[in-house]
């Protein structure tokens, strides 16, 4: 539970860190506008110097905001880099001869709340409340006598106080949106959780269902869940259909893995583990139970899961024995017809059947294996998966041994 909610607000700052980098670009886009509203004589009251000084500032930040977030990513100090450098780029804005932007150190304190981080939106306060009273005190000297009907001095009290009372206000705001938004989002995590593991008591119940009912399986559904995961970390590394298999698919294509024979329920103990080799009937019997898998898994499970991981979950029960160049079954599919996720399955659960004792063979080798598998590429499998598979001749060894393989192994 806690390493999900970790997870998720480490992605979150990343992402906000993203943003910030790009908002630093646009505040660059700040003084253009106000050349043009200097050139049509429509906003003309500001200090040249200031001006210039100010922009050159502002490209800085913006420039040095790129070239941190692309080297170092990950570091825990970008939030405070990027949040301080946009403080300096308001600051330099805002002392500009009238340019008045005060409300914009409101504006940094809500972009601190895309972290949804109270602790830091709060530090984020002080530092903005600092920078604010310093262009106060700086303003109240260098306005011109024109914009004011008091003396210099009564106008930066009163000024002064007004925006920091101002400021307070938002800043209590901003710190309890943050806190509701954190404490939202931990309750939906946990509520998350919970759904996910009813789903993985599903997963496991229906896994030692099949298994007890099939007794030429064993560890196949454990195992063939190592492989899914294992080639879906390849292709990843590799960057190979992205779309399809990602960070957020992974996960659900390892946890879908163990339904794909789920279909097996409804075949007869005579069939499923008879010695020898089926009858021409026999074999229909047994190629009903991709049909008859997704099926169930439509009807029953969808009320109660996750609809992305039931669809994938479908799609490898009903795909996992079609074929490349459509000579498999039940729907005799082509290529790109098959979904990505079947593609993976079923190769994955041709490598396990090969590389166990079944009571009408024997295990092959490793390098017996992934030849018979490379001899099916193009025509049963995929061939881009295959040649991934191809790569893993130690890490499938580990799997087929009983091992478990770490993301630290990748």
Not at 204 to 229: L, R
Not at 296 to 303: V, W, Y
Not at 346 to 363: E, F, G, N, P, Q
Request: hydrophobic residues 45%; proline residues 3%.
């Amino acid at each position: 539970m806690k390493e999900s909610i970790d997870n998720f607000f480490k992605t979150n700052e990343k992402n906000v860190n993203s943003i910030l980098t790009k908002l630093g670009f646009l505040l660059t886009l700040v003084y253009p506008g106000l050349v043009i509203l200097n050139k049509l004589k429509i906003y003309n009251d500001f200090s040249m110097g200031y001006f210039y000084v100010s922009w050159a500032i502002a490209i800085f930040f913006a420039c040095l905001f790129y070239l941190v977030t692309k080297r170092r990513p990950n570091s825990v100090f970008n939030k405070y880099f990027l949040i301080i450098g946009i403080e300096i780029s308001v600051f330099s804005l805002s002392i500009l001869n009238g340019v008045i932007v005060y409300i914009t150190y409101i504006l940094v304190v809500l972009l601190s709340c895309m972290y949804f981080d109270q602790f830091f939106t709060f530090q984020v306060e002080i530092i903005s409340f600092v920078y604010m009273m310093i262009s106060f005190s700086l303003r109240t000297k260098i306005l011109p006598a024109v914009q004011i009907e008091t003396t210099r001095a009564d106008w930066g009290v009163n000024h002064t106080a007004a925006g920091a009372l101002e400021f307070a206000l938002f800043g209590i705001f901003a710190f309890y949106l943050t806190f509701a938004i954190r404490k939202i989002l931990i309750s939906i995590y946990e509520h998350k959780r919970s759904i996910q593991n009813v789903q993985n008591q599903l997963v496991f119940g229906f896994a030692n269902i099949i298994e007890a009912k099939d007794e030429n399986t064993g560890e196949h559904i454990k195992k063939t869940s190592e492989y899914v995961w294992l080639l879906c970390i390849k292709l990843m590394q590799k960057g190979l259909y992205p779309e399809d298999v990602n960070e957020h698919t992974t996960p659900l294509m390892v946890s879908a893995a163990p339904f794909h024979d789920l279909g097996k329920i409804c075949i007869p103990d005579s069939i499923l583990n008879k010695e020898g080799a089926l009858t021409k009937e026999e074999f229909s019997i047994i190629q009903r139970h991709p049909r008859d898998g997704a099926e169930f898994i439509e009807k029953k499970m969808r009320p109660i899961g996750d609809p992305e991981l039931i669809e994938i979950a479908r799609d490898m029960s009903l795909c996992h024995h079609e074929h490349m160049d459509g000579t498999g079954y039940p729907n005799r599919l082509i290529g790109d017809e098959i979904p990505i996720c079947a593609r993976i399955m079923t190769i994955a659960d041709i490598l396990d059947a090969l590389l166990s004792v079944r009571s009408y063979k024997k295990a092959y080798s490793i390098p017996e294996s992934f030849s018979i598998i490379k001899n099916m590429a193009g025509s049963a499998l995929d061939p881009v998966i295959v040649d991934t598979l191809l790569e893993c001749d130690t890490e499938v060894r580990v799997i087929r041994d009983g091992g478990v393989l770490t993301d630290d192994e990748f």
